[in-house]
């Protein structure tokens, strides 16, 4: 994937929050900084989806829920309705919505978490 070089400014005490934490993880900071930046703004673009930490890596998941994105996809994929995959997890329609939006919009994602989860 091609990428660009932006800058912004950041408080020196933010700065050296994203040192520590990049630092922690094995990473430049201006890496760090790309993935925060990338999943705020997924996270802005699709409300209710989170991003953590897993086997393979982050993972998007529903916010306020244990449940990963792929999940959400494979019981839509079984029960073939938003209501039902709903239901399953007790959840307003809108989550589901939500989680199918994210996972129609980066499937090559979904598919790698899944993968690395499933191993398959």
């Known amino acids: ?11 020196k005490e933010l700065a050296a929050l994203i040192s520590r934490q990049a630092k922690q993880r ?6 760090l900084s790309s993935l925060y930046l990338a999943e705020k703004a997924m996270e802005e673009e699709f409300p ?8 393979g890596g982050r993972e998007a998941y529903v916010l306020g829920h244990r449940v990963a994105v792929w999940e959400v996809v494979d019981v839509y994929q079984e029960a073939r309705s938003i209501a039902r995959t709903a239901d399953h997890f007790s959840w307003p329609d809108y989550l589901v919505k939500c989680a199918l939006a994210y996972a129609r919009e980066f499937p090559d994602a979904i598919a ?3 993968a690395s989860e499933v191993g398959e």
């Open 1 to 11: 994937m091609a990428t660009i070089v932006q800058s912004c400014r950041l408080e």
């Open 112 to 114: 790698t978490q899944r």
């Open 26 to 31: 094995h990473l430049e900071a201006s890496t």
């Open 48 to 55: 209710g989806i989170g991003f953590r930490d897993a086997i």
